[in-house]
T-cell receptor, first 111, second 112 residues
Framework: EDKVVQSPLSLVVHEGDTVTLNCSYE??????LLWYKQEKKAPTFLFML????IEKKSGRLSSILDKKELFSILNITATQTGDSAIYLC???????????FGTGTRLTIIP | GAGVSQSPSNKVTEKGKDVELRCDPI?????LYWYRQSLGQGLEFLIY????????KSGLPSDRFSAERTGGSVSTLTIQRTQQEDSAVYLC??????????FGPGTRLTVL
């Protein structure tokens, strides 16, 4: 059974700090790993990672995948209060369209 | 264009009643997914539709849950004889074939 574990479960930092969120996974026939940001209810797509060692970057957010060690990290630099959310990691397997999600990391940014 | 929409945004019902949750996917998207998010839990896959193919129902927790997708577009998730453990946020997502899934705002279901 596919499995995704995220750490930490929750994180509280001050505005301007840099944070690193972790996601480890076990999946048969890995296809991709995705990061979503969830504020209120709707998860919004951040990144899709399929290849090891290639950093995806969007503004202050970046993510990288290690397919040998089966993990990914999501970095957020110069955090702002608007970054407060639950960050979800999910994996997709070949031939299986459903996403398997971790329980998420709840990030709180204190002004 | 418009994103995925879901209705109602909130639903409170009594134990034993049936409920219907609606999802309108992004226009042109071929695939539609239902997930459930219980308090403190990650998103749990329920059911997946892709075009005219038979749906993947492997995530439905019991036979009280069913879903249909009419005309390859709008989908309805039905929960019969609701139980308190059905209380959760029900999220719908759509994608163009196997591309990125985009989520709707969800329906928060509370079973009293």
């Amino acid at each position: 059974e596919d499995k995704v574990v995220q750490s930490p479960l929750s994180l509280v930092v001050h505005e301007g700090d840099t944070v690193t969120l972790n996601c480890s996974y076990e999946v048969t026939n890995f296809r991709s790993l995705l990061w979503y940001k969830q504020e209120k209810k709707a998860p919004t797509f951040l990144f899709m990672l399929t290849s090891s060692g290639i950093e995806k970057k969007s503004g202050r957010l970046s993510s990288i995948l290690d397919k040998k060690e089966l993990f990914s990290i999501l970095n957020i630099t110069a955090t702002q209060t608007g970054d407060s959310a639950i960050y979800l990691c999910a994996v997709e397997a070949l031939g299986n369209e459903k996403l398997t999600f971790g329980t998420g990391t709840r990030l709180t940014i204190i002004p | 264009g418009a994103g995925v929409s879901q209705s109602p945004s909130n639903k409170v019902t009594e134990k034993g009643k049936d409920v219907e949750l609606r999802c309108d996917p992004i226009s042109g998207h071929t695939a539609l997914y239902w997930y459930r998010q219980s308090l403190g839990q990650g998103l749990e896959f329920l059911i997946y539709f892709q075009g005219n193919s038979a749906p993947d129902k492997s995530g439905l927790p019991s036979d009280r849950f069913s879903a249909e997708r009419t005309g390859g577009s709008v989908s309805t998730l039905t929960i019969q004889r609701t139980q308190q453990e059905d209380s959760a946020v029900y999220l719908c997502a759509s994608s163009f074939y196997r591309d990125t899934q985009y989520f709707g705002p969800g329906t928060r279901l509370t079973v009293l």
